[in-house]
């Protein structure tokens, strides 16, 4: 290969490096001296060109000869560095038979650096536990109990006022991972009811249709219960049809009738509805069931259809129902053929929580607007969340929101709201959350609430929070990163300006974010050599986002990518962490130290700790300052673990055509990437940023962040992890 041939061969792998340095490798490699590179040479070429430093210094660190580590050697890194002291032994032994390339090296039970590099760039090496990547949690409680992934309007692909309501919203909302799609049934042509956002211009789609797109896709991903969230608009007739669609297309899918089980007091769980389909609804008494039968037969024998009279802005806002001997009747006839088919999911107005909790049973729910559930946290916090612990809560994004933005679930979940409904088709910090959380327990789209949100008796605050278990304190060591990808082409400079931000979400006293310093004009192998650090007070309800920018003093920052995890599901030690979003990524090696644990801080967080929020309610921001350019550190800066990178592979969607990208540049991979495909491998050569991370005493992990560029260049899909825009 010549050197343009090898240049050519840097822009397919998504190689971005500067023209001299490449070419000053390739001479190198070159030792015929030819001007070509054959076999071996460009074996060596290819070495020196994915040669990572930090990873070279760990892994000599633990090997006597600098070649390779034996297996007594292996177990030493195991327990000192990645804490694994339990089982290290046997753990060593089948890594590396997993990872080890070298036939004889398995036999003689040593990892060379190639099997060191592919096992840091695994999933065990990964900063996400891998004990939370399978469904491990336990699934026989009541459905009140989890946090249940959600999706609003499902049907829209674009804005709420003009979009386009397709099937496929529903295909990718439930290839996902979510469990709780919304329909809203209007009267439609030749008696066939329609799925639309009604009073506007969204265009139209058969309600028949809809059904079969989710008994087709429901289970494909998860097996446990789907909701349907019918917002029912239609007349009598037509909502004979659609008692007789659901029936029809969704079979025994459908749950029509309650478990057999002796005097409930409360919801099934979703191991008892595994493989069902739920609707949630209005339902009639058995004396409204009556009264209204005889009512619609008599409006059917005058010829008159009588609409359901139900503001398709909020579900739960029914209007109350008006004297009899009026002339007017607020109140919509319901159908009791659709009335029989909600079970569990009695769809009731909300009052008051006591009212609620005087009146209502288990199987009614109530849906709030995000204004009215947020003044319901301030106001009310705590009976919130002792509401929310026998009774089902259903929150839906503003009437305001007509651009399908979203807001945070977060704070929502703080008060142990189970369905927060989200617009999945707009990318953003806030489905970056949302994916983050169900990420964990198998996709399987229900994540167990913590106990104290599942109390009745909680006298849990998520305003005013009396931290139910410790606080734990998070020390993250930003080292380096590599083949980060320009993402503002307009921007004056041509290569990347990399700062690496962490962000940690839970209750309002522990939201903060922290970033490093920029490297100046470096995105092919960026070091920051900074620690941050987090103290959080209800661990169990925080996530922890990394993110990548592209420092730009005109303006804010342009993004790179992301990757969110819940604190519970982190492990510690090093680890690449992959981002995501329309641009590119980045994984991370980090640590993370707890001190209720570890009354000894880390020699690398004694010599490299710039900040430490100790305060309640902190946000401190490491200050910035000039890189010192290409790969120049300062002499005592602990050698950085190793990281990972992610192979770059085009983007496609199911039917194999490029992938598009949503307004402003936001794209969401996981809309079109099957869930059901393994994740992306790592490989030398991809971004990523190289992070540690301790919460009681340092390990080395990695994180691998996929990504997606920009349309024209290569791309990478998210695996089904955080950033679940792809999956």
Same mark, same amino acid.
């Given at each position: 290969?010549?050197?343009?041939?090898?240049?050519?061969?840097?822009?397919?792998?998504?190689?971005?490096?500067?023209?001299?340095?490449?070419?000053?490798?390739?001479?190198?490699?070159?030792?015929?001296?030819?001007?070509?590179?054959?076999?071996?040479?460009?074996?060596?070429?290819?070495?020196?060109?994915?040669?990572?430093?930090?990873?070279?210094?760990?892994?000599e660190n633990f090997s006597a000869d600098g070649q390779k580590l034996t297996l007594l050697e292996f177990v030493d890194f195991l327990r000192e560095d990645q804490k694994e002291a339990d089982h290290a032994p046997d753990l060593a032994l089948e890594l590396i038979d997993r990872y080890e390339p070298s036939a004889s090296g398995k036999l003689r039970h040593v990892l060379s650096m190639d099997g060191f590099l592919n096992y840091l760039c695994s999933k065990d090496g990964d900063i996400f536990n891998p004990d939370c990547r399978p469904i491990y949690q336990d699934m026989t409680r009541p459905l009140s109990h989890y946090f249940i992934n959600s999706s609003h309007n499902t049907y829209l692909v674009g804005d709420q006022l003009c979009g386009q309501s397709s099937v496929e919203g529903y295909i990718r909302a439930l290839k996902r991972g979510c469990r709780c799609v919304e329909v809203d049934v209007w009267d439609g042509p030749n008696g066939e009811p329609i799925v639309y956002h009604g009073h506007t211009l969204t265009s139209r789609i058969l309600f028949k249709d809809v059904l079969a797109a989710v008994a087709q896709y429901a289970f494909q991903t998860s097996?446990?219960?789907?909701?349907?969230?019918?917002?029912?608009?239609?007349?009598?007739?037509?909502?004979?049809?659609?008692?007789?669609?659901?029936?029809?297309?969704?079979?025994?899918?459908?749950?029509?009738?309650?478990?057999?089980?002796?005097?409930?007091?409360?919801?099934?769980?979703?191991?008892?509805?595994?493989?069902?389909?739920?609707?949630?609804?209005?339902?009639?008494?058995?004396?409204?069931?009556?009264?209204?039968?005889?009512?619609?037969?008599?409006?059917?024998?005058?010829?008159?259809?009588?609409?359901?009279?139900?503001?398709?802005?909020?579900?739960?806002e029914l209007p109350p129902k008006k004297n009899r001997k009026g002339k007017k009747k607020s109140k919509p006839i319901l159908c009791p053929d659709l009335s029989v088919l909600v079970v569990y999911l009695q769809s009731v107005s909300f009052h008051s929580f006591t009212h609620s909790k005087e009146n209502y049973h288990f199987y009614e729910m109530s849906s709030f607007s995000e204004s009215k559930a947020r003044n319901l946290i301030k106001d009310a916090g705590n009976e919130f969340v002792q509401h929310n612990a026998w009774q089902l809560s259903r929150v839906y994004p503003s009437g305001l929101r007509t651009d399908s933005s979203n807001y945070n679930p977060q704070e929502l979940w703080n008060a142990g709201c189970q369905m927060v409904a989200m617009n999945m088709q707009t990318a953003g910090l806030e489905m970056d959350i949302c994916d983050g959380l169900f990420h964990q327990n198998g996709s399987c789209g229900y994540v167990l609430k913590p106990e104290f949100l599942r109390d009745t008796q909680s006298s849990f605050h998520p305003e005013r929070p009396i931290s139910p278990s410790k606080a734990q304190t998070l020390l993250v060591q930003v080292i380096s990163g590599q083949q980060l990808p320009k993402v503002n082409e307009t921007k004056e400079k041509s290569i990347v300006d990399p700062l690496v931000k962490v962000e940690i979400f839970g209750i309002r006293a522990d939201t903060t974010r922290q970033e490093t310093s920029y490297v100046e004009n470096n995105g092919f192998n960026p070091y920051w050599g900074q620690t941050l650090c987090f103290r959080v007070l209800v661990p169990e309800l925080a996530m922890v986002r990394f993110v990548v920018k592209d420092y730009n003093w005109k303006s804010r920052h342009d993004f790179i990518g992301q990757y969110t995890v819940p604190w519970t599901c982190m492990q510690q030690g090093t680890a690449p962490a992959s981002t995501q979003r329309p641009s590119?990524?980045?994984?991370?090696?980090?640590?993370?130290?707890? =001190?209720?644990? @570890?009354?000894?801080?880390?020699?690398?967080?004694? #010599? $490299?700790?710039?900040?430490?929020?100790? *305060? !309640?309610?902190?946000?401190?921001?490491?200050?910035?300052?000039?890189?010192?350019?290409?790969?120049?550190?300062?002499?005592?800066?602990?050698?950085?673990?190793?990281?990972?990178?992610?192979?770059?592979?085009?983007?496609?969607?199911?039917?194999?055509?490029?992938?598009?990208?949503? =307004?402003?540049? @936001?794209?969401?991979?996981?809309?079109?990437?099957? #869930? $059901?495909?393994?994740?992306?491998?790592? *490989? !030398?050569?991809?971004?990523?940023?190289?992070?540690?991370?301790?919460?009681?005493?340092?390990?080395?992990?990695?994180?691998c962040l996929p990504w997606v560029r920009r349309a024209g260049r290569s791309s990478i899909i998210f695996p089904v992890c955080p950033r679940l825009e792809g999956q």
């Open positions: 290969m010549s050197f343009q041939e090898v240049q050519r061969l840097l822009h397919l792998m998504n190689v971005e490096m500067d023209q001299d340095y490449a070419f000053g490798l390739f001479q190198a490699a070159d030792t015929s001296q030819s001007g070509t590179l054959e076999g071996e040479e460009f074996v060596q070429f290819y070495k020196a060109l994915t040669k990572r430093t930090e990873v070279q210094e760990l892994f097996d446990y219960p789907v909701i349907l969230s019918l917002e029912n608009h239609c007349s009598w007739e037509q909502q004979q049809s659609m008692a007789r669609h659901l029936t029809e297309i969704l079979g025994e899918q459908l749950l029509s009738t309650a478990l057999d089980t002796q005097l409930p007091t409360e919801l099934p769980s979703p191991e008892d509805l595994r493989g069902k389909i739920l609707v949630k609804g209005k339902k009639l008494t058995p004396e409204e069931e009556l009264e209204d039968k005889e009512e619609a037969e008599s409006v059917l024998e005058t010829g008159q259809g009588l609409e359901l009279e139900t503001n398709y802005l909020s579900e739960t590119s990524c980045t994984p991370a090696s980090w640590k993370t130290w707890n =001190p209720e644990r @570890d009354t000894s801080w880390p020699e690398w967080a004694q #010599s $490299q700790t710039r900040v430490c929020n100790e *305060s !309640p309610v902190p946000r401190q921001t490491a200050r910035r300052k000039p890189g010192r350019g290409l790969r120049q550190r300062p002499k005592d800066a602990l050698p950085p673990p190793a990281t990972c990178s992610q192979l770059s592979v085009k983007g496609k969607t199911d039917q194999g055509s490029s992938l598009p990208e949503q =307004p402003g540049g @936001d794209f969401t991979p996981g809309l079109y990437r099957d #869930s $059901q495909e393994s994740p992306l491998d790592c *490989s !030398p050569l991809a971004p990523l940023v190289l992070i540690r991370a301790s919460l009681s005493s340092w390990a080395l992990r990695a994180v």
